[in-house]
């Protein structure tokens, strides 16, 4: 095929032109075989600019048009419209990069960077040579959402998908949605309780046409790919047929086997047949088989004799059911730092260092005190406490080194709502810094140490442990550099926030980035912070890292809003240039399988060659480099055209 | 003085942010090299290295995410172990090993960019022109053993530009060819070496005609 490349060289008023001799290049381009036209302008990117453009594309009949501009990231999309909009494929229009990494970088040596400048073009000419026109790939949509965790975030991700007109399933392992704010007795900095602003959405969530809640429920396996996903979600067996079910809690109550109650932290006994809390939704009670005494010993068969509708079934097998999504957000939620790792603290156990949520539980008033607070080990009435910020957190030798953000809120937050029920009792609260980034959060915490007192001391604490009935607490005041040791009656721990055991799990199976805590990643930090690396996945909540209720929420409803785009559209449209396998050549060796970090190589057992699937292809180029045949390649970057274009790179 | 060519393969999320950075602070920095951009480092076959080497780059470069960061989870891990093995591998072809180099730059660090390219530039310029003659005088001749043999028999150290030069004059637009078969990967098939090798040898030869 004959070659027309059109080279138009930017001036970029004296940006370029200034150290680059632009009409040197341009001549010089001229010259080079395969260009049909060259020109120069002063701004390329301004309409008189794009029109030399689109009219050079249909005078010359160009093939391909290369812009000597700026950087790509800057007006690629621009000239790739305009060479369209001239008739042009807008994958045969490349910029060559004679701005930021030429004019600008080898100011005062206008022939080095000239000769630069035409070498760069020339590169750029050689792989616009090879340039196919592609289209954008179309992969059909399953326009159905799945969300992975039924905490505040879940909860608004699905009801925010649902609204938006697309079908949700919300998938939660626990037999309740409402993850830990559930737990919660009111939230900073409003002190609104939080059960109060939640359960309403929890019951929206459950009532909602368009959302298919499955509690007690665990992704199993994903396959499949954005627009396309299987998602297989195993239903534990909950021993209660909880579609007969009337949740009229009789079988709760006669119940004989207790066990702590995960939901009020081990501070009271739950049932082997139980509903987590109150307002739990669906308000239907589960089995514990673990815990059972019939499943212990065969004996006993309670509840079952006392179910009203007969809707205990100690037969019932886990079950596993196969849904059909086009878009999956994960929002599995955080864990508190496992208070056995903090041995200086007791390691968890001092019955009288409690952990934040443990607190959080006695605070509510529908806790296991009916919100009195009262320490585990005597339920006196605790007249000192001390609260400790950064416990794990912020400790990059011993625990993790991020900062898990919330702690110096809650912790103050305790501290004022400890005041306010025993009014003659002191607080104590240790920090490194008080962090209260936050609308009306710095307020809060004036509030806290001006108007309730609580005594703020800076510093660590080294030891904790127990002498005559007390907690004794050795810190240090690093403001007044003198020892501080506190008898106190209850301590109370600001745990490290970490990503949910579970979620890891789930990470790995979705094949989803995580960061080194097992934080799930985003795709970037700053400008796709909802959205995870493989392509239809989206993040909500901590699973992504510490966040407080108002940004979980924020993040929950952004990643809805991803989806609902993503859904907007007929089909789903993929960038072109992947990587792409000659059957002919392919021997078959599945290097490429074993390299593709998204398992979009995958190997034909009929034929026995490589595929690549260009839904979820994100066009690394791995398996390109790893190719033993040289079969796979990458369209509009091939091993011939990077050979030609370094060719070129080298020539004088 | 020697001005050493320098291929540099950036990837296009991190180092390539990171030279476009550099621009736009106006760092200065010698430019020997020009850029390949490949979507990740991982798409650098070793391959493409030995192809710059071949077609007379004193230099190459590659520019890679920081472990962890790669945007598609962990091509610069994979770059990192081929370069690993590439290394040894030109020390047995004669290359000084130190004239490749993988660097992890970020998009935000235009100033380590400008960093790393006077470094190499330097370290490059230190060894001198890349000695490459056609397989046939390596294959008749001694066989050499890696560097040592080298600086034994004298051989490395600067040398003058102009004999580079003289060297490159009087390749022979045939042989350039043959030699291009010849190194060109047994993995390219024949129906592409056809496909490419006349459309080039044409280009070539009439540059070559023309000096």
Known sequence: MEHRIGVFVCHCGTNIAGTVDVKRVAEALAKHPGVAYSTDYTYMCSDPGQNLVKDAIKKHRLTGVIVAACSPTLHEATFRRAGTSAGMNPYQVEMANVREHCSWVHQGDKEQATRKAIRIVRTMVEKAKLDEALVPIEVPLTRRALVVGGGVAGIQAALDIANAGYEVVL???????GGHMAQLSETFPTLDCSQCILTP?????????RIRLMTYSEVEDVAGYVGNFRVKIRKKAAYVNRDVCTGCGLCVTKCPAKTPSEFDEGLAPRKAIYTPFPQAVPNKPVLDAEHCTYFKNGKCGVCKKVCPVSAVDYEQKDEIVEEKVGAIVVATGFDLYPMAKMGEYGGGKIKDVVTSLQFERM????????????????????????????????DPEGHVPYCSKVCCMYLTKHAMLYKHKVHDGQAYLFYMDVRTGGKGYEEFYQRASEEDDVLYVRGKVSKIFEEDGKVVVWGVDTLTGKKVEIAADLAVMGLAMVPSAAAQELANKLKIHADEWGFLSEAHPKLRPV?????????????????????????????????????????YHREPAIACIDEDLCAGCRICVSVC?????????EKKVARIQEAICEGCGACIAACPSGSAQQRNLTDDQIYNMVSAALED | MFEPRIVCFFCRWCTYAGADLAGTSRKQYPPNGVVVRVNCSGRVDPQHVLWAFREGADGVLIGGCHPNDCHYQDGNYKTMRRVALLKPLLEQMGIEPERLRLEWISAAEGEKLVGVMNGFVDAVRALGPLEYGPIAERVGGPRPTGLAAKAAAGTTGK???????????????????????????????ARKITKKAPKRTGRSAAKKRAR
């Open chain 2, 159 to 189: 040398k003058p530009a102009s004999k580079k030069s003289a060297k490159r004059a009087v390749k022979t637009p045939a042989k350039k060819t043959a030699k291009r078969a010849a190194k060109k990967p047994a993995k390219k098939t």
């Open chain 1, 531 to 571: 959205e995870s690396l493989a392509p239809g996945f989206y993040l909500a909540g901590a699973a992504q890292g510490p966040k407080d209720i108002p940004e979980a929420v924020a993040q929950a409803s952004g990643a809805a809003s991803k989806v609902a785009a993503l859904f907007a559209e007929e089909v």
């Open chain 1, 597 to 605: 970090p998204y398992n979009a190589a995958e190997f034909d057992e």
């Open chain 1, 363 to 394: 605070l509510s008033a529908s806790g296991p005190t009916t919100g009195e607070v009262k320490r585990p080990s005597d339920g006196k009435v605790p007249k000192e406490v001390v609260f400790l910020t950064c416990v794990g957190s912020r």
């Open chain 1, 201 to 209: 959405k929890m019951v929206e969530a459950a009532q909602h046409r």
């Open chain 1, 171 to 177: 998938v939660e392992r626990s037999p309740s949605i």
